[in-house]
């Protein structure tokens, strides 16, 4: 059984900066291509970035691009969302994923975590 634990989140002032953790255990973190997702209040899950095995491909939503950072160290089983210059419309629970293969959709992801939640203050 693979499982998923993020750490990292919190009450940040716009402008301000976050960097979320996931870490995995349970099968060998290199097979994963790994993904992050968030959810705010009222809203569907929607994809913010995701990550190939071996950390040589990424993808960002467009509302995060320039600002959001995805990466890997597969020797800790970590992924890792460097989040930058945040928005209140970044407020939302942060989920991490592992799947079979990197992707937007979170039907492609077979492993979630519990979430973090991240606030951003105006």
């Known amino acids: 059984q693979v499982q998923l634990v993020e750490s990292g989140g919190g009450l940040v002032q716009a402008g301000g900066s976050l960097r979320l953790s996931c870490a995995v255990s349970?099968?060998?973190?290199?097979?994963?291509?790994m993904g992050w997702f968030r959810q705010a209040p009222g809203k569907e899950r929607e994809f913010v970035s995701t990550i190939s095995r071996a950390g040589g491909i990424t993808r960002y939503a467009d509302p995060v691009k320039g600002r959001f950072t995805i990466s890997r160290d597969n020797a800790k089983s970590t992924v890792y969302l460097q989040m930058n210059n945040l928005k209140p419309d970044d407020t939302a629970v942060y989920y991490c994923?592992?799947?079979?293969?990197?992707?937007?959709?979170?039907?492609?992801?077979?492993?979630w975590g519990q979430g973090t939640q991240v606030t951003v203050s105006s």
């Open positions: 994923a592992a799947g079979r293969s990197y992707g937007y959709l979170s039907s492609w992801y077979d492993y």
């Open positions: 349970g099968r060998t973190f290199s097979s994963y291509a």
